[in-house]
């Protein structure tokens, strides 16, 4: 079980320990799709909710836990342990396993009594002060709650674990060297009798990257202040140091900071006031934030960040047919090497335009791979300067991507050549990776979409980020659009189509490119690479390898990153490509 306070680093441990080899819940109760947390949760929703439910018979919740008495800890186990052990039987159907839920910490002892000593515990200590300002962030949570929770949490993690095998780190040394963290982590499993796949360190770098923080406070700078009491800071500096026994004897703690428990019995009354009616966040007005704090409080919000390559002439002309929709204080991203007249775009107020110039020539899913990175907007959309007519897009995609799981979206397309047909993306309709625009009946709520299109692509910015960007190593853009699509549904995310919004667009490549299999072999190579597995790619392989030009794309290949990002996709998707052509089949998509 991985312990820790939440916005600790628990999801990351939680991956790491599972890219060694134990195994997480079925893949249907995975917690996914979360856009606070792209990289993944790793846990289950299942034992999520009955964790809540379980708090919720105390009159507490995760964000005012209880403190747990042994007549309670009687009740709870007489009433839920035969269910919670056959909940953790059902949820986790090999072993071994590991789990995470924060809200366990406050609820340790009775876990601990249900397991009796078959587990082992893994305690992730963030420093408070980071935890406090990323609670800020995401839940709008004042320091002085936060700081009740991380205490309470910690405390509660600690005594829990008494006499169980048990680890203890801080969010900040498994960040500073994974794959070191992760080879103590072996040794540890090794002592308690438990066999690891060992340490992948391409799987291990891949998913434990800096870009993961958003906070930064020193341990050594720690002290007592308005913001922290100094029975808060002492344990702190207790909990912080690293430990890895087999019985684990927790140090002796300092008393709780008195108004803790004030805090939680004001949240719990508050609570109590609400039930049966509408039940809110949880937390009177006086307890919330004002802002919120940290390394981004202050910088100007960017709503959309437009992406078009440099290189062509109809840069300017495409981008005032996109800027009729950019709300005030967006941004138009311009990669490549030609000049683009800065009077043909006059026309835009209040527009930021920003030139990236390149040294070298640049294709064009190279430029948009470029300024994606680049982009600061909540929403980067990807575009082609190859539009000649736009709907009014801002609104509905903004719309579209605020629903759950949905974080990417592109309109309906229609071209030059046929200009009656509506396209809704793109589907693959063979085992070579062949791909054909659907046509689907008029819709009104927006529709998935196996692949989207390159033409005008919108994504969330923050989970674009997450999920990599967009990958410049295809000879494509069409093709990297389409590796970027499967990628997010393997994540547990959703790319749509907004029906409301058409593009006219100049190229028409409406034909099935099943015969021009030697033309894309390499993209659909990398795709196959990327994504396939076993009899799959295998299959794929052996097909392609009786094409012409496959040796020249293999070697291409070999001497690209695709390990690399190989690595990369297969550390942040919990689902397999099987899930994927599942939710959109070969055979369905051919007829």
Not at 24 to 31: M, N
Not at 164 to 170: E, F, I, K, Q
């Amino acid at each position: 079980m991985i312990l820790g306070m939440h916005r600790s680093g628990t999801s990351l441990v939680t991956r790491l320990v599972s890219l060694l080899g134990l195994a997480l819940c079925h893949e249907d109760d995975l917690l996914v799709g979360r856009k606070g947390n792209p990289r993944g949760h790793w846990e289950s929703r299942s034992l999520m909710t009955f964790n809540d439910r379980l708090l919720d018979e105390l009159g507490a919740a995760w964000f005012c836990p209880p403190s747990l008495g042994t007549d309670e800890l009687s009740r709870m186990l007489d009433r839920h342990g035969a269910e919670a052990l056959a909940r953790l039987h059902h949820t986790h159907r090999q072993r071994p396993w590991v789990w995470k839920d924060p809200r366990a910490c406050a609820l340790l002892a009775f876990w601990s009594a249900v397991l009796g000593q078959r587990a082992a515990y893994v305690l992730v200590l963030r420093h408070p002060l980071e935890v406090a300002d990323s609670l800020a962030r995401r839940d709008g949570y004042s320091p002085q709650v936060s700081l009740a929770l991380w205490e309470r949490y910690t405390r509660l993690a600690m005594l829990g674990a008494a006499g169980r095998p048990m680890m203890v780190c801080t969010y900040d040394e498994v960040l500073a060297d994974p794959v070191g963290w992760c080879e103590r982590m072996v040794a540890f499993l090794s002592e308690l009798g438990l066999a690891s796949a060992g340490v992948d360190r391409a799987l291990i770098r891949a998913y434990a990257t800096s870009g993961l923080r958003h906070s930064h406070q020193s341990w050594t700078a720690l002290a007592p202040g308005p913001r922290i009491s100094k029975e808060q800071v002492a344990l702190a500096e207790l909990a912080s140091v690293f430990t890895a026994q087999a019985s684990y004897v927790p140090p002796a703690l300092p008393p709780e900071t008195p108004q803790t428990e004030s805090i939680f019995k004001e949240i719990r009354k508050h609570l109590a006031e609400r039930r049966g009616g509408v039940r809110q966040a949880g937390l009177p007005a006086h307890l919330r934030s004002a802002s919120a704090p940290g390394p981004d409080a202050g910088e100007a919000r960017v709503p959309v960040s437009v992406v078009l390559p440099r290189s062509s002439a109809d840069a300017p002309a495409s981008i005032l047919t996109l800027s009729t929709s950019l709300p005030a204080g967006s941004e138009v991203i311009l990669v490549g090497e030609t000049e683009v007249p800065t009077s043909d775009l006059s026309g835009l107020h209040n527009i930021q335009v920003r030139v990236i110039e390149c040294d070298r020539p640049l294709s064009e899913v190279g430029a948009l791979a470029l300024g994606a990175q680049a982009a600061a907007g909540e929403i980067v959309l990807l575009a082609s300067t190859s539009l000649t007519r736009c709907d009014p897009w801002y609104e509905p995609f903004a719309r579209a991507l605020a629903a759950r799981r949905v974080v990417a979206v592109g309109p309906v397309v229609r071209f030059q050549g046929c200009p009656d047909r509506r396209h809704y993306g793109r589907v693959f309709t063979d085992e070579a990776l062949a791909t054909r625009f659907l046509d689907a009946s008029p819709a009104t709520e927006p529709v998935p979409a196996a692949l989207l299109f390159a033409a005008h692509a919108a994504y969330n910015g923050k989970v674009l980020a997450a999920a990599g960007g967009l990958d410049a190593g295809f000879d494509s853009a069409q093709a990297a659009v389409a590796e970027l699509s499967v990628r997010l549904w393997r994540m547990g995310f959703h790319c749509c189509i907004v029906p409301d919004v058409e593009v006219w667009s100049e190229e028409d490549h409406d034909a099935d490119d099943g015969e021009q299999d030697a033309e894309h072999l390499y993209d659909r190579l990398r795709i196959a690479s990327l994504h396939f597995d076993g009899a799959r790619l295998r299959a794929f392989t052996d097909r392609a390898s009786r094409l012409p030009a496959y040796a020249l794309a293999a070697e291409r290949l070999e001497a690209s990153d695709v390990e690399q990002r190989r690595a990369a996709i297969t550390a942040i998707c919990p689902f397999s490509i099987e899930r994927y052509f599942e939710r959109f089949p070969l055979a369905l998509n051919a007829s």
